[in-house]
Structures are given as structure tokens and as C-alpha cells.
């Protein structure tokens, strides 16, 4: 069953969190870009980044060591206090550059210290993986949709200070959540952090099909996923109106409910074999981009890139959390998360200068032959194309499907 209290809990936890993420990224751009311009609103994104990526093992160690609830709840409620720090300085003045700042490398520090527990706590709070996995995917990209359009109304009709509090609402419910949970801690032996470091590092090494997916995917963020948001934006937006890219931009996220439903209608034996086949679809947003497709085309190429996005990554979430031994989950995740996600800001940051000297289509047109390179390349290492679907053995524990 998968509705238990317990679950309940840590589903409205994710989904109100996802909520006020993906609000966070408009209020920036709106609130700090009308006060400091576009350098204001990179130097505060950066000062959220930076931290994040700098603190993230440690993240999983510390997630390891105390428990993954205790330290989400504890991220939540520094990040309830940084989100209503800001808020208040927005509802009585104009907030010194340097505050932002600061509060936005709190929020970075504690998001590193909440991230690994997302997948370490999901094995705790239901005996599906999957079908938990699919739900909350879901759940977020409806969050995705509806929290750009909140933020754009609270911020048109109230200011940046009615933002900024919501967020911090959202932190608040999410603790309250968490702090209700009833799970249990897994055993390990004392040890330093360096020693946790170093062994959560062997043990992604000695995982074929975790560390060759890292792979791929710093080489997409660098190439794929960097260019395709800064380039797409510009592009669409300047080829078809500002409205065609928020149509595209729904357009993704109906896509991603429709491959989160697929996925929990029909778990594949293959996990990541089934989900790298579905990646060869996603370049068919960049391609019909470099293309200037017509609005139906582009709009039936993002709902593919949303589909198959989201069932990889449930595949993906669901087989870490899984096949890797429970006293290791969140230092793997740790590692993961950073593999997969430090490449982004330079497939970002390279993609304007790039375009700007061979034109923005054909740095799409690299995206998509990496994204084909990417996907087949997975397919061609066994450790990927034969990891089978764990299942629940009769004492509890989980074993692969051959």
C-alpha cells in the first residue's frame, strides 16, 4: 500500500518543497533583476549554487551518520529562516546586495544538506520505490508549472516580500511534515568523515552502471542540458513570441505527468535500458528549436522531452535507491547528485559566449548528436543495459529481476 501516513507525509513534504523551488527562481529574477539587473540576479543564483555543489558530500556523510530525516528537517527550517529574512527585508526597504547574498548561500549550504536524503528517505517511507518515485515526479511537475505562475502573480500584485514569505511558508509545512515522520535509522559504525568520504567514493567506483551514467551525464550537462534552457529561451522567444516559450515550457511539464503515469503503470524489468532508449527522444526539443519548427512541432517535441525525462528519471531514482546498500544510499546520492549536476553551470555559463561565435542552432545541433552519442553509449555497457528491477524478496530485502 502505498498511501500510509507515513508517506502522505514525506508526498506533501517533496511537493510543497518543489512548490516554492520552483517559485524561488522567478522572485530572483523578477525581484533582484528590478534592483541590481541581470549581474545581481547571477551573482545571488552563483551564491546559491556554488555552496550547494561545494557541500553536498558532506551532505551525504552527515546524512549517513545522524539519519536522513533529521537533517532535512533541519535544512528546511535554516532555509524557513533565510527565505523570512528576505522576505522582511523586502516588505520594509530595498535589501543591501550583500544580504541576498548571504541568505542565498544559506538556502544553497542547507539545500546541500536536505539533497541526499531525497532518495536515502524514500526506501524508508514505502516498501515501492517505483510507484513512490512516480508519484512524487509527478506531484513536482505539476509544482513546476503552478510555482512560476504563483510567483509571477504574488510578485505583480504584492511585491517580492509576499514571494519570499510563501517560500518560506513552504519550508515551514515541509519541516512540519518531515518532523512527523516515524522512521527508523540505520546501523552504522562510528567512523571520521574523511574514512565516510573516502568509502562512499570506493563504493561508487565499484558500481559500473552508477558511475558510467555519472559520465554521460557530465558530458550532457555540459552540452545538452546547459545549452537547451539559455539557448531555447532566446531562440523561441525571439523566432515565435515570449508566449510560445511558456506554451512549450507547459508543454514539458504535461509531458513529464504523462511519462511519470507510464512509469507507474508499467515498471520495465530493464530499468535504465528501457530509459535510455526512451533519451533518445529528448533531442527532439533541441532539434526542433535549431530548426524553428512550427509552434505545433516544437510544442509535441517538448511534451516528448518531458515524457521521456521523467521516466528515466524515475528509473534512475528508483534503481539507486534500490540496489545500493542502505548505510550507503546517501553518500551515493551525494555523489551522484554532484557528478550530475556540477557539469550544468558550464554547459550554461559556455553556451551564450559559444553561440554568440558559430550561432545558437548549431550549438543545438551538438546537443542533439550528444544526447544520440549519450544514449547510445549507455546501451553499450553492460553493467546498464543488464541492471535488473530489484523486487521485494519474502524477508524484506530486495533482489534484482533476471
Same mark, same amino acid.
Given at each position: 500500500?502505498?498511501?500510509?501516513?507515513?508517506?502522505?507525509? *514525506?508526498?506533501?513534504?517533496?511537493?510543497?518543497?518543489?512548490?516554492?523551488?520552483?517559485?524561488?527562481?522567478?522572485?530572483?529574477?523578477?525581484?533582484?533583476?528590478?534592483?541590481?539587473?541581470?549581474?545581481?540576479?547571477?551573482?545571488? +543564483?552563483?551564491?546559491?549554487?556554488?555552496?550547494?555543489?561545494?557541500?553536498?558530500?558532506?551532505?551525504?556523510?552527515?546524512?549517513?551518520?545522524?539519519?536522513?530525516?533529521?537533517?532535512?528537517?533541519?535544512?528546511?527550517?535554516?532555509?524557513?529562516?533565510?527565505?523570512?529574512?528576505?522576505?522582511?527585508?523586502?516588505?520594509?526597504?530595498?535589501?543591501?546586495?550583500?544580504?541576498?547574498?548571504?541568505?542565498?548561500?544559506?538556502?544553497?549550504?542547507?539545500?546541500?544538506?536536505?539533497?541526499?536524503?531525497?532518495?536515502?528517505?524514500?526506501?524508508?517511507?514505502?516498501?515501492?520505490?517505483?510507484?513512490?518515485?512516480?508519484?512524487?515526479?509527478?506531484?513536482?511537475?505539476?509544482?513546476?508549472?503552478?510555482?512560476?505562475?504563483?510567483?509571477?502573480?504574488?510578485?505583480? $500584485? $504584492?511585491?517580492?516580500?509576499?514571494?519570499?514569505?510563501?517560500?518560506?511558508?513552504?519550508?515551514?509545512?515541509?519541516?512540519?511534515?518531515?518532523?512527523?515522520?516515524?522512521?527508523?535509522?540505520?546501523?552504522?559504525?562510528?567512523?571520521?568523515?574523511?574514512?565516510?568520504?573516502?568509502?562512499?567514493?570506493?563504493? $561508487?567506483?565499484?558500481?559500473?552502471?552508477?558511475?558510467?551514467?555519472?559520465?554521460?551525464?557530465?558530458? *550532457?550537462?555540459?552540452?545538452? $542540458?546547459?545549452? +537547451?534552457?539559455?539557448?531555447?529561451?532566446?531562440?523561441?522567444?525571439?523566432?515565435?513570441?515570449?508566449?510560445? *516559450?511558456?506554451?512549450?515550457?507547459?508543454?514539458?511539464?504535461?509531458?513529464?505527468?504523462?511519462?511519470?503515469?507510464?512509469? +507507474?503503470?508499467?515498471?520495465?524489468?530493464?530499468?535504465?535500458?528501457?530509459?535510455?532508449?526512451?533519451?533518445?527522444?529528448?533531442?527532439?526539443?533541441?532539434?526542433?528549436?535549431?530548426?524553428?519548427?512550427?509552434?505545433?512541432?516544437?510544442?509535441?517535441?517538448?511534451?516528448?522531452?518531458?515524457?521521456?525525462?521523467?521516466?528515466?528519471?524515475?528509473?534512475?531514482?528508483?534503481?539507486?535507491?534500490?540496489?545500493?546498500?542502505?548505510?550507503?544510499l546517501n553518500r551515493m546520492t551525494s555523489y551522484e547528485v554532484l557528478g550530475s549536476t556540477g557539469s550544468l553551470p558550464i554547459g550554461q555559463a559556455l553556451a551564450g559566449p559559444v553561440a554568440g561565435a558559430v550561432g545558437a542552432e548549431r550549438v543545438l545541433g551538438v546537443s542533439v548528436v550528444v544526447g544520440v552519442l549519450g544514449s547510445a553509449t549507455l546501451l553499450l555497457i553492460p553493467a546498464v543495459r543488464r541492471l535488473g528491477r530489484a523486487v521485494p524478496a519474502e524477508d524484506g530485502t530486495r533482489l534484482q529481476s533476471r
Amino acid at each position: 500500500m502505498l498511501w500510509t501516513a507515513t508517506f502522505t507525509r *514525506y508526498f506533501i513534504a517533496r511537493s510543497v518543497s518543489a512548490f516554492g523551488d520552483a517559485m524561488l527562481t522567478v522572485a530572483a529574477a523578477l525581484a533582484v533583476g528590478g534592483i541590481y539587473g541581470a549581474t545581481g540576479v547571477g551573482v545571488v +543564483l552563483a551564491a546559491w549554487m556554488v555552496p550547494f555543489l561545494g557541500f553536498i558530500l558532506f551532505g551525504g556523510v552527515f546524512a549517513d551518520r545522524i539519519g536522513a530525516r533529521p537533517l532535512m528537517l533541519a535544512a528546511d527550517l535554516i532555509r524557513l529562516v533565510a527565505q523570512a529574512v528576505t522576505a522582511v527585508a523586502f516588505f520594509t526597504g530595498t535589501p543591501p546586495l550583500w544580504l541576498l547574498i548571504t541568505c542565498s548561500a544559506v538556502s544553497g549550504t542547507a539545500a546541500a544538506m536536505f539533497q541526499p536524503g531525497v532518495n536515502g528517505i524514500v526506501p524508508q517511507v514505502t516498501d515501492d520505490p517505483n510507484r513512490a518515485n512516480a508519484t512524487i515526479r509527478m506531484a513536482n511537475a505539476v509544482a513546476e508549472l503552478l510555482g512560476p505562475a504563483a510567483a509571477g502573480i504574488l510578485f505583480g $500584485f $504584492f511585491g517580492a516580500g509576499l514571494v519570499y514569505a510563501v517560500d518560506a511558508a513552504t519550508f515551514a509545512i515541509s519541516a512540519l511534515c518531515l518532523a512527523g515522520l516515524r522512521v527508523g535509522r540505520v546501523s552504522r559504525p562510528a567512523s571520521s568523515t574523511i574514512k565516510d568520504l573516502t568509502e562512499g567514493w570506493r563504493e $561508487f567506483r565499484a558500481r559500473t552502471w552508477i558511475w558510467s551514467v555519472i559520465l554521460v551525464w557530465i558530458a *550532457y550537462g555540459i552540452f545538452l $542540458f546547459g545549452p +537547451l534552457i539559455p539557448l531555447g529561451a532566446v531562440l523561441v522567444s525571439q523566432n515565435q513570441g515570449p508566449s510560445s *516559450y511558456g506554451w512549450m515550457q507547459s508543454a514539458i511539464g504535461a509531458g513529464t505527468i504523462v511519462g511519470g503515469l507510464l512509469a +507507474l503503470r508499467f515498471p520495465p524489468r530493464r530499468p535504465l535500458a528501457t530509459g535510455a532508449v526512451a533519451m533518445f527522444a529528448f533531442v527532439l526539443l533541441p532539434l526542433a528549436i535549431a530548426l524553428h519548427a512550427e509552434l505545433p512541432l516544437l510544442l509535441a517535441a517538448a511534451g516528448a522531452n518531458g515524457l521521456v525525462w521523467a521516466f528515466w528519471s524515475i528509473q534512475w531514482q528508483t534503481s539507486v535507491q534500490t540496489q545500493t546498500p542502505p548505510e550507503l544510499l546517501n553518500r551515493m546520492t551525494s555523489y551522484e547528485v554532484l557528478g550530475s549536476t556540477g557539469s550544468l553551470p558550464i554547459g550554461q555559463a559556455l553556451a551564450g559566449p559559444v553561440a554568440g561565435a558559430v550561432g545558437a542552432e548549431r550549438v543545438l545541433g551538438v546537443s542533439v548528436v550528444v544526447g544520440v552519442l549519450g544514449s547510445a553509449t549507455l546501451l553499450l555497457i553492460p553493467a546498464v543495459r543488464r541492471l535488473g528491477r530489484a523486487v521485494p524478496a519474502e524477508d524484506g530485502t530486495r533482489l534484482q529481476s533476471r
